[in-house]
């Protein structure tokens, strides 16, 4: 059975910072692209930030490029979510999520295959 499990969320003042993980079980992790996405209230799931299976340059939502990082531990079946100077507008359950994806599609929420169960992330202003 797959599993994407987020952990890593909480409250943060702005100007703040959190750290978000991803465990997966139940795939081959090393072989699939993962991506951050948040959902705030009465909005759209919107791309947060994506990295290929092999790694590579990275991809953001132009929200948080330059104050988040995705990285990924292949090793740990783990990714990551470096969050800094976070901001009200950051407030959201943020979502992991596994696929197979291409150069095109990897910032679609329809191109992932699985999704964690999402953490609450809320910043204080």
């Known amino acids: 059975q797959v599993q994407l499990v987020e952990s890593g969320g909480g409250l943060v003042q702005a100007g703040g910072s959190l750290r978000l993980s991803c465990a997966a079980s139940g795939l081959t992790f090393s072989r699939l692209d993962m991506g951050w996405f948040r959902q705030a209230p009465g909005k759209e799931r919107e791309f947060v930030a994506a990295i290929k299976w092999f790694g590579g340059s990275p991809y953001y939502g132009d929200s948080v490029k330059g104050r988040f990082t995705i990285s990924r531990d292949n090793a740990k079946n783990t990714v990551y979510l470096q969050m800094n100077s976070l901001k009200s507008e950051d407030t959201a359950i943020y979502y992991c999520?596994?696929?197979?994806?291409?150069?095109?599609?990897?910032?679609?929420?329809?191109?992932?295959?699985?999704w964690g169960q999402g953490t609450q992330v809320t910043v204080s202003s």
């Open positions: 999520a596994g696929g197979w994806t291409s150069y095109s599609t990897i910032r679609y929420v329809n191109s992932y295959n699985y």
